[in-house]
């Protein structure tokens, strides 16, 4: 058994840290003793060096269920950033051969990650059970119950796979999970004889200022977005609901602030992602207008401020991505604008993800087709159909989940109409207590002041285009 | 992407499939596309969106058809309205469509680029000597084929030689082509820019920046060929993707023993093959060659031609329907209709 020299002479080898954040330590002994885990630590808090040092521990391959594509990607890029080459990603964008490849040599990667649907592929199985797994991690581990009933069903057959990968060492890790989430995802999985270690930090972000204000119409609140974009100083993003949006509101934000702005959506290349990442990342960009639905991978720690233009799903998401924000622990500030109605948007996506009692009806006498119906709630009927449940069960399960998720959504809906304490609304819905002493409602109590924010980092120059040859100079450090 | 693009690839006056056009564009063509790529002179296009999807694609035509852009004559077959052809021209105006698309498909450019990209970041990486950054993402093939090519190469010449190599090339563009490719470039402490933070125009999307590129990197394969040699980093670089071999080998094979006299028949049993599929090869083959570059002569004799004149008199080839001239049930008989009417396209439309 290691003991804890060991693990800090780890720590200090591969990322050069002299101490843990808080949980990191106590998770690794826990796994390392043969426990599984559930970590919930903060946005920020340092989940993915948990995995990384398990992998250097002990021998095996550590998978790692993420549900993202660009989280992935952009978690590779990290590992491949710190000087870790045994990584590798396994997900749709590979050809056959490749895939096949990477499958006759997983034992060579320290690190794998992949995604639920890739997992639950029988051949992606087998070539799993035929290798030493380290940790079986899953990420973002709440998506198996946000996700999983009625947008991604694969997500509920992870403790099935876990099971049937011999049921390896396990870690759960979110940063967004109420204690009846946590008490759910641990009864899913069978884990012999081995014990549940849990690990609870705080999600409350005390240096991150919130306020919100009501708006009346549409322009009064693109006015209020431009007035405060102009205003606060330093990196920010601003979150909308569609790619559309994020498009003409960057455009709208560079015209009207002078302030260097791009959107950022699933819709961009992975070339033109990666250069935007790293403009920002280099404070070449001041502020990213993004999708909520698009993860933004790569850690920047200097975020002053996230401005929600449309609300989140719910609370759990809206601590996610305000999360973003003061990652270096300095003060940051997180605004959500509203207008009545807002909730609208939201609404339709929960309709759109939701098959009717008469789709139900319809595909399983098929009568419908997943062409009537759209490609992902077929899918999710298909996973349904194969659980042998009656079209009635089925029926009830998703009238279940619709009020699930509008009562998510109505939480959410209360925390932007809140006249009072914003972080205790918040942090309740994680059933925890927190004091209102670093917030603000409505734009008559607005201060810019009051977050205390710290000196803008130096801009660098703005990035214009120059001639070719000073870009190649620069890029060759020739002449 | 605007589906308004899709309309760059219909017609005013000739009815087209649809599908013929999404093989064509896919890369997934049978002869019979081929055929029609030729009549539409479209075989350019061939291969540009390898990942366009069948639903798109659809979605997309659906669009146009409800904007009254195209219209459908029978199920499949369109033909471009009169507003259709407007919003073409319109279109041509405000985006960018490649000029050499012919190229583009023998150099395989689509596969370069990426790969370029990403051996561009290593080499200003390697000339800071800094191992410590964010690389670009890359298909696992990629970055191993990367791998193996800097590991050949002289790191004593490797950045000098790179500098040299693009420096020479960006000076044989005009001055704003040059500069908006040099911007778009990754490398150390350069996150590169987008087309929408370059000097380009505003109408483009990023749909006419890749098409864009892909010529810029077409120009530069063309120059590397004329220009440099293996030793240079860059050819060795391209060497992992290389030109594509015109023909597949089996249909090589069966239309150089054409060539050499041999007779369709004698070939199909020497290489034991059908016989429609050395007919199949051949007409692929009468397809893509330039008129001079095939044998016509051997197979449509002067009586053969004078029958098919006297036969097929509709001046529109689209129109020639193989019933008119069949007589028997030979399958030579198809062969031929099908070789005079790809005879006749290459006159008609001036191919040398």
């Known amino acids: ?479 | 992407m605007n589906p308004e693009f899709y309309l760059t690839l219909f017609s005013k006056q000739q009815p087209r499939r649809s599908h013929v056009i999404f093989a064509l564009i896919k890369q997934q063509t049978t002869g019979s596309a081929e055929y029609w790529g030729l009549r539409y002179q479209l075989l350019d296009w061939f291969g540009l969106l390898p990942q366009l999807r069948k639903n798109e694609y659809k979605q997309a035509l659906q669009q146009l058809q409800q904007n009254k852009d195209l219209e459908q004559i029978e199920p499949g077959l369109y033909l471009l309205t009169e507003k259709g052809d407007k919003v073409r021209m319109q279109y041509a105006q405000q985006h960018y469509l490649p000029q050499q698309n012919a190229a583009r498909i023998q150099y395989q450019t689509g596969a370069f680029m990426p790969l370029f990209l990403q051996a561009n970041q290593v080499v200003s990486e390697w000339s800071y000597h800094n191992r410590q950054y964010y690389p670009m993402q890359a298909s696992l093939k990629q970055r191993q084929s990367l791998k193996q090519w800097f590991k050949n190469q002289d790191k004593t010449q490797l950045v000098p030689h790179w500098f040299n190599t693009l420096k020479a090339f960006l000076t044989t563009l005009p001055e704003a082509t040059a500069n908006s490719l040099a911007a778009s470039w990754v490398g150390h402490e350069t996150a590169g820019l987008n087309y929408d933070q370059m000097d380009l125009p505003k109408t483009w999307t990023e749909f006419d920046f890749y098409l864009w590129q892909l010529e810029q990197y077409t120009a530069l394969l063309i120059y590397l060929e004329q220009h440099t040699t293996i030793e240079d980093p860059i050819v060795q670089l391209y060497a992992i993707v290389g030109k594509r071999m015109q023909f597949p080998t089996s249909l090589q094979t069966s239309f150089d023993a054409a060539k050499n006299g041999q007779t369709l028949v004698d070939i199909a049993h020497t290489r034991q093959l059908k016989l429609g599929t050395v007919q199949e090869h051949l007409l692929t083959a009468a397809i893509w060659l330039p008129l001079d570059q095939f044998p016509y002569e051997q197979y449509l004799t002067k009586d053969l031609k004078g029958t098919f004149a006297q036969k097929l008199t509709d001046p529109d080839i689209d129109a020639w329907r193989f019933k008119t001239v069949r007589e028997t049930a030979d399958i030579q008989e198809f062969f031929n209709f099908r070789l005079y009417a790809i005879w006749q396209t290459k006159r008609e439309q001036g191919h040398a």
Not at chain 1, 164 to 190: H, I, N, V, W, Y
Not at chain 1, 220 to 240: C, E, M, N, S, T
């Open chain 1, 1 to 479: 058994m290691l003991n804890q020299t060991d693990i800090q002479a780890t720590l200090k080898q591969h990322f050069g840290f002299e101490t843990f954040r808080p949980g990191q330590l106590e998770i690794i002994e826990a796994l390392l003793r043969g426990d599984a885990a559930l970590g919930m630590l903060p946005t920020g808090g340092g989940k993915s060096l948990i995995y990384q040092m398990m992998g250097y521990l002990r021998p095996g391959t550590v998978v790692i269920v993420t549900p993202l594509l660009s989280l992935m990607q952009d978690q590779v890029a990290r590992f491949n950033y710190l000087g870790e080459k045994s990584v590798v990603a396994l997900n749709s964008t590979m050809d056959a051969q490749e895939k096949f490849t990477i499958l006759g040599h997983l034992n060579r990667y320290r690190f794998v990650f992949i995604s639920p649907e890739m997992l639950n592929q029988a051949n992606v199985l087998q070539a799993f059970q035929r290798i030493q797994i380290n940790t079986f991690v899953i990420d973002e581990a709440h998506t198996l119950l946000s996700w999983g009933p009625d947008f991604r069903p694969d997500y509920l057959d992870l403790p099935r796979l876990h099971h049937l990968l011999g049921a390896p060492s396990l870690l759960l890790l979110t940063a967004t999970a109420t204690p009846a989430m946590q008490e759910d995802l641990k009864g899913r999985f069978d884990l012999g004889s081995a014990q549940w270690f849990t690990y609870t930090e705080s999600s409350n972000r005390p240096n991150i200022y919130l306020h919100t204000e009501e708006l009346t119409n549409q322009d009064d609140k693109r006015q209020r977005l431009q007035f405060l974009v102009h205003q606060i100083p330093g990196a920010g993003i601003v979150y909308v609901s569609s790619r559309k949006m994020a498009n003409s509101l960057a455009e709208f934000l560079r015209q009207e602030t002078g302030k260097r702005v791009a959107a950022y959506h699933g819709g961009l290349d992975n070339v033109a992602r990666y250069r935007l990442q790293q403009q920002f990342m280099e404070n070449q960009l001041d502020v990213i207008v993004a999708t909520s639905a698009f993860g933004m991978g790569i850690d920047k720690d200097d975020i002053r401020f996230v401005i929600h233009y449309h609300l989140s799903q719910d609370l759990a998401n809206y601590m996610q991505e305000i999360g973003r924000a003061g990652r270096d622990g300095q003060n940051a500030v997180a605004i959500l604008l509203y207008i009545k109605g807002d909730e609208r948007i939201q609404q339709h996506l929960i309709d759109a993800s939701l098959p009717t009692d008469a789709m139900i009806e319809g595909y399983y006498a098929k009568v419908l087709t997943q062409r009537d119906i759209g490609e992902e709630r077929a899918r999710l009927l298909d996973y349904y159909g194969q659980q042998k449940l009656s079209v009635p069960a089925i029926q009830q399960l998703f009238a279940e989940r619709r009020i699930v998720r509008e009562a998510d959504l109505n939480q959410m809906v209360k925390y932007a109409q809140s006249r009072s304490a914003l972080r205790p609304k918040l942090l309740g819905y994680f059933g925890e207590k927190a004091s209102s002493d670093f917030e603000s409602i409505g734009m008559a109590n607005w201060a810019l002041t009051a977050v205390g924010l710290p000196a803008a980092p130096k801009e660098q120059p703005h990035v214009n285009q120059t001639d070719w040859s000073t870009i190649l100079t620069k890029l060759f450090k020739l002449s």
